[in-house]
C-alpha cells in the first residue's frame, strides 16, 4: 500500500472541493508515491505528535486541522509550524490533513457530534449552494440501462439516502452521419431516425469527469449527444452545521449536563430563556457565524465553539448559545477519521495520537 491509496479514499469521503476558500487542505508535506508504513491520526500536528510518529516508525499523519494554514515564506524553525515541517520532512514522514472538507459532509464531523449527544433526525444546517450538475445523456433504448447504471456507479444519482437515482424518457433521436463518420448506427449520407432514451441524472459537480467518461465509455456512438446544466438547489449532503432532537425535552439544566459529559471542559452558555430544550443545531469547531441559520431553524440551543463575548448578546434570547470550545467539540473526530479507514481498509490499522493537542489548559 502507498500513502497515495489513502489519499484517494479520503477525498472520496470528504472531497477537496468542498473546503473553504481560507481552508488549506490536502496532502500538506510529503510524497504521496510512497510506501506506507504507518498512519497516525490527530486533530492537530505538533513537534510531540510528529515524534510519536517517528517513535512508532509510521511515516503518514492524518490531522483535521491544516499544520500550514496560512503560506510559509521560510523554513527556519522560527515556530512551530516551520519546526514540525522540518521535522516531518528530515524523518520522510508526509502530513495530510481534512478539515472544512470533512466538516461539510452529512456522514462527517458534524454527524459523530449529534449521534453523541443522542439527537435524532439529524439534517444539514446551512446547504451549500452551487454543488450540482444536471447531466442528460441521449442514448439507444438497447443500451440505456447500461449507461444509466455507469453513470450512477460512478458518482451520479446520490440524494440524501437514496441511491441510483435518474429518470429517463423516450423520444425519437435524428442524424445523418457525414464525411468520415463511422456510423455504429446507421448509413453515410442517410438520414436515420433511432428511438432514444433521454438520461438524466444530478451529480455533486467534482463528479463530472468520472461520469461524463462512464456514459462515453459505454456507449455505442462515435458523438455523445448530452448537455450538462448547473443547479441553483441545494444539497441536504454538503454544507455547514447540523440540528436534531431529542427524543424527549430537556431543562437547559439537563442539557448542560449531558454536554458537559459528552465534550468536558468548561461551557460558556447565555441566560436561560425559559424553554425546554428539544430542537439542538451545533457546528464543530468556530460555528458562530451560523447562529442565524440556527435561529432560523427554530432550534432551542446551539452548541460550537469560539464565540466572542458580543457575539453572545446575538443570541438575543432567541436561542440558547452553549460555547464548549475547539478542541472539546472536535476531539472525536481522529476516531472517526480511524473509523472509516478502518472499514476500508481492513488490513490496516490507523491508530489515534496519544498526544492531547488542546493547548487550552483550564484551571
Known amino acids: 500500500m502507498i500513502i497515495q491509496d489513502i489519499i484517494k479514499e479520503l477525498e472520496i469521503w470528504a472531497p477537496p472541493a468542498l473546503q473553504e476558500s481560507y481552508d488549506n487542505s490536502g496532502l500538506l508535506v510529503g510524497d504521496k508515491s510512497s510506501s506506507l508504513s504507518g498512519c497516525l491520526v490527530t486533530l492537530d500536528v505538533t513537534e510531540s505528535v510528529i515524534d510519536e510518529a517517528i517513535g512508532l516508525g509510521f511515516n503518514l499523519i492524518i490531522a ?11 523554513l527556519t524553525g522560527s515556530n512551530y509550524i516551520q519546526r514540525a515541517v522540518i521535522k516531518a520532512i528530515k524523518n520522510d514522514i508526509a502530513i495530510y490533513a481534512l478539515h472544512t472538507n470533512l466538516d461539510h459532509v452529512r456522514w462527517g464531523v458534524n454527524r459523530r457530534i449529534g449521534q453523541l449527544l443522542g439527537l435524532d433526525n439529524l439534517k444539514v444546517l446551512a446547504p451549500k449552494p452551487n454543488q450540482l450538475l444536471q447531466l442528460t445523456v441521449f442514448a439507444p433504448q438497447t443500451i440505456s440501462a447500461v449507461i444509466r447504471q455507469a453513470m450512477c456507479d460512478a458518482g451520479a444519482g446520490h440524494i440524501g439516502e437514496y441511491k441510483d437515482c435518474s429518470f429517463t424518457s423516450t423520444g425519437v433521436g435524428r442524424f ?15 438520414a436515420e431516425d433511432v428511438i432514444e432514451d433521454k438520461i438524466e441524472v444530478i451529480l455533486p459537480r467534482w463528479k463530472r469527469t468520472e461520469v461524463l467518461e462512464a456514459a462515453k465509455k459505454h456507449h455505442i456512438y462515435e458523438e455523445l449527444a448530452y448537455y450538462e446544466v448547473e443547479l441553483l438547489n441545494t444539497s441536504g449532503d454538503f454544507g455547514s452545521g447540523m440540528f436534531g432532537e431529542w427524543p424527549e425535552p430537556k431543562s437547559l439544566e439537563k442539557s448542560l ?8 471542559g468548561v461551557i460558556r452558555f447565555t441566560k436561560d430563556n ?14 458562530s457565524f451560523l447562529l442565524p441559520q440556527a435561529v432560523a431553524s427554530k432550534a432551542d440551543l446551539f452548541i460550537t465553539s469560539d464565540f466572542k463575548y458580543h457575539q453572545f448578546f446575538d443570541a438575543d434570547r432567541q436561542i440558547v ?23 476500508k481498509f481492513t488490513t490496516f490499522a490507523p491508530q489515534i495520537s496519544a498526544v492531547n493537542t488542546n493547548p487550552v489548559g483550564y484551571y
Not at 483535521?64 to 521560510?74: A, E, R, V, Y
Not at 449536563?257 to 468536558?264: A, H, R, S, V, Y
Open 64 to 74: 483535521h486541522h491544516p499544520l500550514i494554514f496560512s503560506g510559509l515564506k521560510k
Open 176 to 190: 445523418t452521419p457525414t464525411g468520415e463518420a463511422q456510423p455504429a448506427i446507421g448509413r453515410l449520407q442517410i
Open 257 to 264: 449536563e449531558l454536554i458537559k459529559k459528552t465534550f468536558g
Open 274 to 287: 425559559g424553554m425546554q430544550v428539544k430542537r439542538v443545531a451545533f457546528c464543530g469547531g468556530s460555528g
Open 321 to 343: 448559545v452553549a460555547d464548549v470550545g475547539h478542541f472539546e467539540i472536535e476531539q472525536f473526530t481522529s476516531q472517526l477519521i480511524v473509523d472509516h479507514l478502518s472499514q
